[in-house]
């Protein structure tokens, strides 16, 4: 690229002070003699070609930045060479001439052009065209070369911007010695996220290891946190805590939210000092242990509310991480669908059916209250039980109905039917009910599903999927 052209790019730039190569493919002679000298002292490096085939074959030798095209060659449509320049490494800039009106011109630009100028037109006319595709050509150059849209990071898949957001926070995280909190619905990728911090962290060579806080009884999750001493219950042998276990390497806390007051406070306290007692111990033990909490509840409103202690919501909420919900992540819900067909299908030996476009259309459009682990499993479902080449979306609906229908329905007590009805023409079905109650908690919450589940006391899936139940039935209405 020229130095005059590049100052108006961007000034200054001493690595692309070389001539920008230049491609005019016009059939005339005459007219590309007129135009080499309209540029004259640009510092372009002109090249010129009078036919399709000439045209094409410099397009692949040269690779020019810029290109000005003749709709109109002897040997075919020049705009078909838009195809030929959209194959190189760098596609080039391309301004089409036509003699035919501004429509023609629109045309180009929609198959890819990037500008267009109506013979016949001066001097002038054409630096500026070529002038602002230059420019816009290095910008977009720039963009590309500073995008980096990764498709992956660690077992978490996904190239939408909400989880670009996601791998930038867990390399910030890897870097760190901080704690870290990761909220999201059931589902959606918590452990995953937790476990690609510690694998890109120093700590990647030592263990990771898991508590379910929710799925451990209260009078249990003190030995399984800090560990007993042989006797401390009567038969009681000595066993290792999660946090021994975890020595060196990290310590993930599923559903910290669901540990008693007087557990936090004990986390609390180590998180604070590094030491702790086992059970029945009388004698501290350390650990060098990295602690990374996660809930699938709003840790704010649940702090607000009193089930997390304040000061160990502020120490462990050092660095949120939100992992978005699959509802959230467009695109990616088809190329999940993808990904998770071929690894069961390869697990299974079986050939993966095809996702037809209606299939694609279907999964997007599903609300996904079980997120990323549903999708994983209907994808296993759909390989084990499809029994085409290809992945129709009836197929997707029915296998998605058999799923909704097999969960149990949960009761919940609407605030404004407190009072049992005394008659039964009073007596509303049940789902018109649960229906009522849930969107009187959403209004109450301000549309916040999370604290309308919290306060409603079902999972935020639930409440996902009965709105995706009545959305159903109205449209078949």
């Known amino acids: ?14 690595a692309d002070r070389e001539a920008m190569k230049t491609l005019i493919i016009e059939d005339s002679t005459s007219l590309c003699a007129i135009y080499r000298g309209y540029l004259e002292g640009t510092g372009l490096e002109i090249h010129t070609a009078h036919d399709m085939a000439s045209g094409k074959e410099l397009l692949l030798a040269l690779a020019p930045s810029l290109v000005l095209l003749d709709i109109e060659l002897p040997d075919g449509n020049g705009l078909d060479l838009l195809e030929v320049a959209s194959t190189l490494p760098q596609t080039p800039a391309v301004v089409v001439m036509t ?30 065209t070529l002038k602002n595709a230059a420019k816009q050509q290095a910008l977009a150059e720039r963009a590309e070369n500073s995008r980096s849209v990764r498709t992956k990071l660690g077992a978490l898949h996904g190239e939408s911007t909400t ?16 704690t870290a909190f990761i909220s999201g619905e059931s589902g959606a990728g918590k452990e995953l996220a937790a476990r690609a911090i510690h694998d890109l962290s120093a700590r990647a060579p030592e263990a990771f290891v898991t508590l379910h806080c929710a799925t451990i009884a209260n009078d249990q999750i003190e030995a399984e ?18 946090l021994q276990r975890a020595d060196g390497g990290t310590l993930f806390l599923d559903e910290v939210c669901d540990m008693s007051f007087d557990m936090q406070s004990a986390l609390l306290g180590f ?14 033990c350390t650990a060098d242990v990295r602690v990374i909490a996660a809930t699938n509840r709003d840790p704010l409103f649940e702090m607000r509310e009193g089930r997390l202690r304040e000061d160990l919501y502020y120490r462990l909420h050092v660095v949120p991480v939100r ?38 259309a279907a999964l997007c459009g ?13 994808m296993h479902r759909m390989v084990l039980m499809n029994t085409g080449s290809t992945l129709e979306a009836s197929a997707l609906h029915r296998a998605i109905s058999e799923s909704d229908s097999q969960i149990d329905t949960v009761t919940l007590s ?36 999370n604290r309308a589940s919290g306060l409603l006391e079902v999972a935020p899936s639930t409440i996902y999927r009965k709105i995706q139940s009545w959305k159903a039935l109205s449209d078949t209405q």
């Not at 006797?231 to 999660?242: D, L, P, Q, S």
């Not at 599903?366 to 209907?378: F, K």
């Open 163 to 178: 989880m670009q957001a996601v791998y930038d926070a867990i390399e910030s995280l890897a870097t760190s010695r901080a």
């Open 225 to 242: 946190l800090f560990g007993e001493v042989a006797g401390a219950r009567i038969g009681a042998n000595a066993r290792a805590g999660v």
């Open 323 to 360: 992992i978005p919900s699959l509802r959230e992540r467009g695109d990616d819900i088809a190329q999940l669908a993808e990904l998770f067909m071929q690894r069961y299908a390869e697990l299974e030996q079986r050939p993966p059916p095809v996702i037809t476009p209606d299939a694609r």
């Open 271 to 284: 998180l604070q000092n590094g030491s702790y007692k086992p059970v029945g111990g009388d004698q501290d």
């Open 1 to 14: 690229m020229c130095w005059c052209w590049m100052q108006l790019i961007d000034p200054g730039h001493e």
């Open 414 to 449: 609407s605030p404004e039917h407190s009072v049992l009805p005394s008659s039964a023409e009073d007596i509303e079905p049940l789902w018109l009910t649960e229906k009522k109650a849930i969107e009187h908690a959403i209004d109450v919450c301000d549309g916040n599903v």
């Open 99 to 128: 003699g035919h009106g501004a429509e023609r011109g629109e045309g180009a630009i929609e198959r890819g052009a990037t500008d267009f100028l109506s013979k016949p037109f001066d001097a002038a006319r054409l630096r500026v």
């Open 366 to 378: 599903y609300a996904w209250p079980g997120n990323v682990r549903q999708l994983e499993n209907l």
